[in-house]
């Protein structure tokens, strides 16, 4: 599996399969920024990397990582805790398809719930995971060496998803993408009085 990994994005590039990922329609996991913000540890994001490759048990995903028993089991249960992987059986999975950053702020007396549309990560089946951090800089990509695979990734994924993209770059397409699905989806879903069920 290859990888993209910068300070404002990272991009899986994997053209096969993955393991088990929720469906499209219906998992998306809303997430305060201190949560999300465990995946931009390393190690971390070497073990969502490894169970969205579907090394999804602790003897698979040691191995992967090269972990010991110790630091692995601290490093799960961080992301256990902070909403990244859920714990079915034996086996850790991905908790969602689309994760979305928010902020809950009280304004004279009502609540108001805030989505970051510059923070989140969506999971692919097929392409891989995205994860957004802020806003890419301007030829963020141009000296990339996987720049032409992102290029063909993002046309497939917009094709695949139904989306038009108009940035020029692929780091400003994965943006818009991201972006695109929340608009679309999540805020629709929201909209017309989804279910929303807050675990702790």
């Known amino acids: 599996m290859n990888a993209v990994i910068k300070p404002e994005i990272v991009v899986t590039l994997n053209g096969e399969r993955l393991g088990a990922v929720p469906g499209y329609d219906n998992e998306y996991v809303l997430m305060r920024e201190r949560d999300f913000n465990v995946i931009l540890d390393g190690t971390n994001l070497e073990i969502m990397l490894a ?6 048990t602790f ?5 992967r990582t090269n972990l010991q028993r110790g630091k692995l089991s601290r490093h799960l249960r961080r992301l256990l805790n902070s909403g990244w992987i859920i714990k079915s059986g034996n086996r850790y999975l991905p908790s969602g398809h689309i994760y979305v950053v928010y ?3 009280d304004v004279n007396g009502e609540i108001m719930l805030s989505i970051s549309m510059s923070k989140g990560a969506f999971i692919d089946p097929f392409y891989g995971l995205v994860i957004i951090n802020g806003e890419p800089l301007s030829n963020y990509c141009s000296t990339c060496p996987l720049r032409q695979v992102c290029v063909n990734n993002i046309k497939s994924l917009a094709r695949k998803y139904n989306i038009e993209l108009r940035g020029a770059e692929p780091s400003e397409a994965y943006v818009e993408l991201f972006r695109e699905l929340v608009r679309r989806d999540l805020i629709k879903r929201f909209r017309s009085g989804w279910r929303i069920i807050v675990r702790k």
């Open 59 to 63: 003897t698979q995903i040691m191995r």
């Open 51 to 56: 169970v969205v490759g579907g090394h999804d």
């Open 103 to 105: 902020d809950v702020r």
